[in-house]
């Protein structure tokens, strides 16, 4: 994974959105100390989180079929 900093990420946007969408990850930084902000991954390798259950993590486990679909607020109950 290659490192670059945010002026060039810029500068550079239309070469790295290419680059990005062959497979490529960067990391981008910034300052003198070129403290790390955020990663661009491409979009097909995000992978859903799983949701935590608070105080029931670890006690039981929640499967949900695929074609199952509730909104966050509905599945809390807001």
Not at 33 to 58: M, T
């Amino acid at each position: 994974m290659k490192t670059v900093t945010i002026g060039e990420f810029k500068a550079n946007f239309s070469s790295f959105a290419e680059k990005i969408q062959k497979g490529e990850e960067f990391i981008v930084t910034r300052g003198q100390k070129r403290k790390k902000i955020f990663r661009v991954v491409p979009f097909r390798d995000l992978k859903p989180k799983k949701r935590k259950l608070g105080i029931l993590n670890g006690k039981v486990k929640v499967k949900f079929a695929k074609d199952f679909k509730i909104s966050t607020d509905e599945f809390l109950g807001l």
